[in-house]
């Protein structure tokens, strides 16, 4: 149910062909709802629905089914405070984490759409996903502690044995978990001035700033020059350094993000989370300096695949909307074109 109204022509084949299999990606992922994938699950999910929504904004007006994916998971709020992974399902299916990209949802369709009523409805949702959090936090160091549930981040190989999650002791501090919940303090600060709530705005800006610090203090690896993933970690990953710096962890990150991008010895992202790689890239202004931050996609071309695939380490799914990342890329970034006020009354084009 995508009505495509707006086009990429690029004169690069390879360029055109990442539009197009990415098009084609997203467009098999929408059914009566959001899925990931057409074949397996067949479910909607918070991290792939937040890529899906953010791609179709690229190509279309039409958030009808985007407004739907927010109620459904709003619709799934269980009483600690969390809501499900996957909904609408026969079973529930939660990832603490993935809350956070139902923020994400909610906040990107407030910049592409600038519909204040829905930020209103759906405050209420975010306050108590965050207060799950929140009252999670270990006094003695201000960290998340204990968020129960199926601690998952990303699908990598060094992580395949935890399915997913950086760590198997599930009373070890994923420091992983508080940045990305302090990303979602700012983003929370956000909904409430534009809600027109500049005490709740200044309430959760101190709670961000207070997990920013408690972060810095235990993550930090000074010898390394990188922020830790866990306690124990022994080898460093990418996601550590994004959350970082998208979270507001550290500031003029530049040399921080080129360590990133060029030291293989960094546990590297998936397809999905590349979205956040490439945000964080943005953020700092780095972005253009890795042409080759497209490889994960050009490799596969030779393959002649149609749709892009889930991963790198199952190689199940063929066809998985969360990894149509290159679409949002070549509209917003290449071509440069994104909103530059909620609801893009008016807009920034800057290649």
Same mark, same amino acid.
């Given at each position: ?30 059914? $009566? +709802? ?11 999910? +918070? ?14 007006? $039409? ?5 739907? %994916? ?16 996957? %909904?609408?399902?026969?079973? $529930? ?61 990303? *699908?990598? #190989? ?12 599930? $009373? ?29 705005? %200044? ?30 970690? +022994? ?7 994004? *959350? ?10 530049? %040399? ?40 994960? *996609? ?11 695939? #889930? ?10 909307? *969360? ?29």
């Amino acid at each position: 149910p995508l009505a495509v109204t707006g086009s990429c022509r690029a004169e690069e084949p390879r360029v055109q062909q990442l539009y197009d299999i990415s098009l084609t990606t997203l467009e098999r992922c929408m059914l $009566d +709802t959001y899925v990931d994938c057409p074949y397996y699950e067949q479910m909607q999910y +918070t991290l792939d629905t937040m890529i899906e929504a953010l791609l179709t904004y690229q190509v279309s007006a $039409d958030d009808r089914l985007v407004r739907k %994916a927010l109620y459904d998971f709003h619709s799934s709020l269980r009483p600690d405070g969390m809501i499900t992974g996957n %909904a609408p399902a026969l079973f $529930d299916q939660v990832i603490p984490i993935f809350s956070v990209f139902f923020v994400d949802i909610l906040y990107y369709h407030y910049r592409y759409h600038g519909d204040v009523e829905t930020v209103h409805r759906y405050l209420p949702t975010v306050m108590r996903i965050l207060s799950y959090f929140e009252e999670r936090i270990d006094a003695r160091d201000g960290l998340l502690s204990g968020t129960g549930y199926w601690r998952f981040v990303d *699908w990598l #190989e060094a992580w395949r044995d935890n399915h997913g999650s950086p760590v198997s002791d599930p $009373d070890e501090k994923l420091y992983l978990y508080s940045s990305m919940v302090a990303y979602a303090m700012g983003r929370m600060v956000t909904f409430c001035r534009a809600d027109g709530l500049p005490d709740l705005a %200044a309430r959760y800006g101190k709670s961000q700033k207070s997990l920013i610090r408690a972060v810095n203090a235990a993550s930090w690896d000074a010898g390394a020059g990188y922020y830790k993933t866990h306690e124990r970690e +022994t080898a460093f990953s990418q996601h550590a350094q994004i *959350w970082a710096g998208l979270s507001g962890c550290v500031t003029g990150a530049e %040399a921080l993000m080129r360590r990133c991008m060029t030291d293989k010895q960094l546990l590297p992202c998936s397809y999905s989370m590349s979205f956040y790689l490439f945000r964080a890239m943005e953020q700092v202004g780095v972005y253009d300096e890795f042409p080759e931050k497209w490889m994960p *996609w050009l490799r596969l071309l030779p393959y002649h695949l149609t749709t892009w695939p #889930e991963d790198t380490v199952s190689q199940r799914s063929d066809c998985h909307g *969360w990894s149509a990342v290159p679409l949002y890329e070549l509209v917003s970034m290449a071509a440069g074109l994104q909103p530059a006020s909620p609801g893009a009354d008016t807009l920034r084009l800057c290649p």
